[in-house]
DNA sequence: ACGTTTCCTGAAAACGTTTCCCACGGCCAT
DNA sequence: ATGGCCGTGGGAAACGTTTTCAGGAAACGT
């Protein structure tokens, strides 16, 4: 392989001046220019990205760390950020986290020597500590789905969401409506489902309706966790006539428990889920959609112009929501109206 | 941060023994060793990747180079890879190609400096001169859908998969059987919805029916043009009464087409995929299962072995195939069987 | 007692870049 | 003319590891 000394040999030039027409900085005049840039042409260099990344303490590459990278809304977020770096040459590495380790492990690397040029979180906290050392490190990151202060973020109203969601089914005429969302999470304290339960109990209460602690349900997130919730709720003496998932892969545990107990959805049950994951579409879920992939895609500049322009100047996008009425919601049963 | 000479001079040894215990080669005394680790732990050292690339000629990590990473089914092999992944401590780093130029670049790194530990590549075919560079570089990896001499790979025969999926429409009784797949890809060499083809035609050549041509359709890969495929062959004098699309996702336009002309599937029309991608369940859509995550999953143990024992001795693994009975075929209408 | 091996440890030379600092020539302002 | 600045280029010191080589001490066989 091709090194920068040979390129500056046979350019008859020092490695410096080579340096300088790789990076586009210094001065440098343009025959010269030219006669470098042949060379490379000619031995077919490529810096080391290793060798490049020693000096100036970090990696040409942005990582984005992400939990539970199997999972639908993942996916989407983390093709919105490949997307979104596509037109750039920097690769983009998966630091998939699935248990507390792994967390600490990959922050621990864009904290320290790994330093990728930029990150992307995507729906973790990192501790005070670890703060710190992103930004000694000199580490900006942006973060999707979280509230950092201080950090660039891209973020939708989840509780606003909770509420449309809610405030869709009681339009419809819904008084008895039952809400599945994740167990409080105490390992890596994730909030979304948190919040839109919130916008859920805000809309029972701006329509009046006492929010029943007994048609709540949390549990591990899943589509079977959610369906064993799902029987729960419809197990009940006077059973709802309409849940609130709080994502789509848990609405559509609750649609599995609809067809296995034979009730017909919307007529019997109407059901609205949270996120618009592909298959939602498929299935004709009413959900609220989330946009994900634009998720990534924006993280992407973000991460970009934090790249180009250090001083990590924060910046927030938020994101809005919207309801996608399918065929999943309709009016309740007639006789459930008393 | 803390550099290996801190953790050095704290633990009273020199670079070279840090560096011993941190890789666990060499020998060291267990007294030495203990209090070296000790020393990292309280300094809280992380070895910076890049200077550890630099010596070493390669980065600890693994490469994924893999073309269009939205698509379904790239999207899924991943996900195998990461997870695979997962027990290790390397990052995964994803090099989305979409135009060949991305290939070129993604390939060159390969070859050369950046050279990560391990690497798969699916789909794509590098040239002789791209190969010669990872043999030159030690890079061995791990090709998935692909047939590529002296290199370990993971693959299904597609020409197979194409005779069952075909079979199982004949052995429904379909005579009239159409097939969508993509265009001859002069860009990247896709090899996979060709070979389909080939078992397509093997299969009605078995059963004494004629390969008519004019049932065959190809296009741009893609739901829309699947659907624009489809309308062409359902509008021949006689249509066929089955379609064999060479991936789920032209499937699935076919379906849409079904249901925009109003054809009940599969009284009317039997439609079969390939692939077995998520929404191919919600959807009831019969296929050929393509153990597509699995084949990451096996990516990754393979790049392991290669990483752990290099000499780059290849190994081929075959997954097998297999129909996936869902609603979407049946028995053709009866009239057809003029 | 002496060589030979084995075990442990350290010094120092890579690895391929970037970047700081300096030198040189020409030009402008004084 | 003289001094300073600007545009251009080079020398050399980092950057933080791994690795090669060698050295010293302890253990062993004779």
New interface residues.
């Given amino acids: 392989?091709a090194t920068i000394v040979d390129v500056a040999k046979r350019a008859g030039v020092a490695v410096t001046t080579v340096s300088r027409v790789m990076n586009n900085k210094g001065q440098v005049s343009e025959e010269t220019r030219q006669r470098v840039l042949d060379a490379i042409s000619e031995l077919?260099y490529?810096?080391?990205?290793?060798?490049r990344?020693?000096p100036r303490?970090?990696?040409h590459?942005v990582?984005v760390v992400v939990p539970f990278?199997?999972n639908?809304s993942a996916?989407a977020r983390?093709?919105g950020v490949?997307?979104g770096l596509?037109s750039t040459?920097y690769?983009?590495?998966?630091?998939?986290v699935?248990r507390p380790e792994?967390q600490e492990?990959h922050f621990?690397?864009l904290?320290?020597?790994?330093r990728p040029e930029g990150a992307v979180i995507v729906s973790l906290h990192p501790s005070e500590n670890q703060l710190a050392s992103f930004r000694?490190?000199g580490t900006c990151p942006v973060f999707i789905d979280t509230d950092v202060a201080d950090f660039s973020r891209v973020f939708v109203d989840d509780r606003h969401g909770g509420f449309l969601a809610t405030q869709h089914l009681i339009q419809l005429g819904h008084r008895r409506i039952g809400f599945i969302g994740d167990k409080e999470d105490e390992r890596f304290g994730f909030t979304s489902s948190r919040l839109r339960r919130r916008g859920y109990r805000d809309a029972l209460q701006a329509a009046g309706l006492d929010a029943a602690a007994h048609f709540e349900r949390t549990g591990e997130h899943g589509r079977d966790t959610s369906a064993e919730l799902a029987r729960e709720l419809l197990a009940l003496p006077e059973p709802p006539t309409a849940i609130f998932a709080s994502s789509d892969t848990q609405a559509i545990g609750v649609l599995d428990v609809a067809k296995e107990a034979g009730l017909q959805v919307p007529r019997d049950l109407s059901v609205i889920g949270f996120d618009d994951i592909?298959?939602a579409g498929?299935?004709g879920l009413t959900t609220v959609r989330h946009p994900l992939y634009e998720s990534g895609l924006i993280a992407a500049d973000l991460v970009i112009e934090h790249i180009e322009n250090p001083g990590c100047t924060p910046r927030s996008v938020e994101q809005d929501l919207e309801v996608i009425v399918r065929v999943t919601t309709g009016p309740p049963p007639a006789q459930s109206s008393n």
């Fill in positions: 392989m077919a490529r810096p080391s990205p290793a060798a990344g020693l303490r970090r990696l590459m990582s990278v199997t639908p996916v983390v093709q490949v997307h596509r040459d690769p983009v590495s998966i630091l998939d699935e792994h492990e621990g690397l904290g320290s020597g790994l000694a490190a592909e298959v498929f299935l």
